[in-house]
């Protein structure tokens, strides 16, 4: 990742794709290994995007910006609001990022149920069609 200095934090003309991927799994507080655990991917993949070397799919991409809590315009150009420096974020105080990663944890919790309950919907529905009626 670049290192881009604090007057031009994620400044979109030095930074690429991979290095907002970089730096905002770092503001969040995120190792490479949880990250790719939460969206479902390889540990190559995702260093893949962060060196450069390949790019997500639409989907991945929408996902990665909600786990990492940036707008997907910021991740994909680097235009609109940019996470906050390390030193802006959250004034130091450790309850607060705690706080924020339990909120990010939930709400994948609450993404994947609502996944797995789409799922059981269509089950039941096909189930319910292939049923003779008396």
């Known amino acids: 990742m670049n290192a881009p ?12 794709f991979g290095d907002r991927v970089a730096g905002a799994r ?7 290994e949880e990250l790719a655990r939460r969206l479902g991917i390889k540990l190559k993949t995702l260093r893949a995007w ?5 790019e997500p799919r639409a989907n991945k991409l929408s996902m990665l910006a909600g786990v990492l809590n940036v707008s997907l315009l910021w991740l994909i150009s680097g235009e609109g609001d940019a996470p906050d420096g390390p030193d802006e974020r959250n004034g130091g105080n450790p309850d607060v990022a705690n706080i924020l990663q339990d909120m990010r944890d939930l709400r994948a919790q609450i993404t994947a149920s609502a996944d797995r309950l789409a799922m059981l919907e269509r089950s039941l529905r096909s189930s319910v069609r292939e049923q003779p009626v008396e």
């Open 26 to 32: 770092e503001v969040a507080g995120m190792t490479q």
């Open 50 to 54: 962060e060196d450069d070397l390949n």
């Open 5 to 16: 200095s604090k007057d031009d934090w994620y400044n979109p003309e030095a930074t690429t």
